[in-house]
């Protein structure tokens, strides 16, 4: 009988993943304005850099949840991922491509969504 690893683990693992294929792990809260509260988090390419950011206040779920969303962004195709996380990759739907923030504005002076 295979060991269960619990979501910890499993969230370990996906962390160090998300390492290995060239991703920032940001672990901080997004909170855009009073009315819209706090974000889990998201992919996103910032100045360059391809980033996951994590709520730290979410449960541990909602932070596979999120890596799993931004790794989904990577070639996955021809690297050896354990099948625990490969099931979760195969069952977390395909992700639309980020949108590259940077410090600057849009031409209508609206902050670029740096959420992926």
């Known amino acids: 009988m ?3 690893m619990d979501d910890n683990q ?3 693992l996906h962390e160090e993943l998300a390492e290995s294929l060239g991703l ?3 672990h901080e809260p ?6 819209l509260g706090t974000r889990p988090g998201g992919f996103c390419l910032f100045k360059g850099h ?3 950011i994590v709520n ?3 449960s541990v779920r909602e932070k596979i949840r999120i890596l799993s969303e931004g790794v ?3 070639d996955l195709e021809r690297i050896y991922i354990r099948p625990i996380l490969r099931e979760l990759l195969d069952a977390t739907p395909e992700q639309k491509p980020p949108v590259s923030g940077t410090d600057d504005r849009k031409s209508d002076g609206k902050p670029i969504d740096v959420e992926g």
């Open 24 to 26: 920032e792990i940001s």
């Open 30 to 35: 997004i909170r855009l304005d009073e009315e």
């Open 10 to 12: 499993i969230l370990d």
């Open 72 to 74: 989904k962004h990577c």
């Open 2 to 4: 295979k060991p269960v």
């Open 50 to 52: 391809r980033l996951i």
């Open 56 to 58: 730290p206040h979410v």
